[in-house]
């Protein structure tokens, strides 16, 4: 069945780094766009970043342009997401998202905490 497991969350202090993992299976992985989103409480899910299935191509929320970089290995299904300059705004449940036309896979989340 599908499955996209994230991992690599944790707490960090502000100003470190991250990088969150996306591990996928059931499906074909290198046909499917890619995404990242959060959700920190008491707020809507938000987009962070996305790749195209090759990976051609990469686009980012403006709040984190310039530290955060998302990218995929298709031999490995896997889709990363490298957090750096990490800031307490950054705190959320991460979540991986595959996408093609009507099909829409969601992993689990992972927990980032960012706190001195």
């Known amino acids: 069945q599908v499955q996209l497991v994230e991992s690599g969350g944790g707490l960090v202090q502000p100003g470190g780094s991250l990088r969150l993992s996306c591990a996928a299976s059931?499906?074909?992985?290198?046909?499917?766009?890619m995404r990242w989103y959060r959700q920190a409480p008491g707020k809507e899910r938000e987009l962070v970043a996305s790749?195209?299935?090759?990976?051609?191509?990469?686009g980012y929320v403006d709040s984190v342009k310039g530290r955060f970089t998302i990218s995929r290995d298709n031999a490995k299904n896997t889709v990363y997401l490298q957090m750096n300059s990490l800031k307490p705004e950054d705190t959320a449940v991460y979540y991986c998202?595959?996408?093609?036309?009507?099909?829409?896979?969601w992993g689990q989340g992972t927990q980032v905490t960012v706190s001195s």
């Open positions: 790749i195209t299935s090759a990976g051609g191509s990469t």
């Open positions: 998202n595959a996408r093609r036309y009507s099909y829409d896979y």
């Open positions: 059931g499906f074909t992985f290198s046909s499917y766009a």
